[in-house]
């Protein structure tokens, strides 16, 4: 059975850096898009994406602080986010986007499966 | 990139229908048909209801379905039942390799 397992530190002080890994276990590593999103009580947002080639895109608003990584020789990928604030405290979810062909063409499509999510919460 | 609105909470009785919105711009929903929708459990993790608007994956049940108007997306729910109560957001392409969300609607059934 396809499923995503993640684990990371909870609890981080402000300025720290947060990192999450997720592990693929029972599918393909191939032909997909691996995401990390996050909730809070403001709803869902994505971070960001890479692919198995190391290809990334990211959330512009985010896109200073955030750097997701992969090992394919574990079937893994990672997110870190630096110089968290209060404001990063959130559900992080890692998730992966499917890849349909649409009028011919490969086209990143939706979040067909998703992590459990981790709590990270920021405190001093 | 701004979030999609969506109303924070719907609630129906059992056996009626509701809809959830879910707004955004002539940048994302208005300008692709990518546009997917997340059921989530709390303490579960989210499942994936619909895609390119009104594609419902195998194993979702005939009482949902979506669809979209412009810049706006909806899911109404049929026959609404107790299993239902759940949390639901929407999701739309929105150009440049990026994605957006919407903040979420709570169903209640009462």
């Known amino acids: 059975q396809e499923q995503l397992q993640q684990w990371g530190a909870g609890l981080l002080k402000p300025s720290e850096s947060l990192s999450l890994t997720c592990a693929v276990s029972?599918?393909?590593?191939?032909?997909?898009?691996w995401s990390w999103i996050r909730q809070s009580p403001e709803g869902l947002e994505w971070i960001g994406e890479i692919?198995?080639?190391?290809?990334?895109n990211y959330n512009p608003s985010l896109k200073s602080r955030v750097t997701i990584s992969i090992d394919t020789s574990k079937n893994q990928f990672s997110l870190k986010l630096s110089s968290v604030t209060a404001a990063d405290t959130a559900v992080y979810h890692c998730?992966?986007?499917?890849?349909?062909?649409?009028?011919?063409?490969?086209?990143?499509?939706?979040?067909?499966?998703w992590g459990q999510g981790t709590l990270v919460s920021v405190s001093s | 990139q701004s979030a999609l609105t969506q109303p924070a909470s719907v609630s129906g009785s059992p056996g009626q229908s509701i809809t959830i919105s879910c707004t955004g711009t002539s940048s994302d929903v208005g300008s692709y048909d990518l546009v997917s929708w997340y059921q989530h459990h709390p303490g579960k993790a989210p499942k994936v209801i619909f895609y390119?608007?009104?594609k419902r994956p195998s194993g979702v049940s005939i009482r949902f379905s979506g669809s979209k108007s412009g810049n706006t997306a909806s899911l109404t729910i049929s026959g609404l039942q107790a299993e239902d109560e759940a949390d639901y957001y929407c999701c739309s392409y929105a150009g440049g390799a990026t994605w957006v969300f919407g903040g979420g609607t709570k169903v209640t059934v009462l």
């Open positions: 390119e608007v009104s």
């Open positions: 998730a992966r986007l499917r890849l349909t062909k649409i009028r011919g063409v490969i086209t990143p499509n939706y979040f067909d499966l």
């Open positions: 692919n198995r080639s190391g290809s990334t």
């Open positions: 029972g599918g393909s590593f191939s032909g997909y898009f």
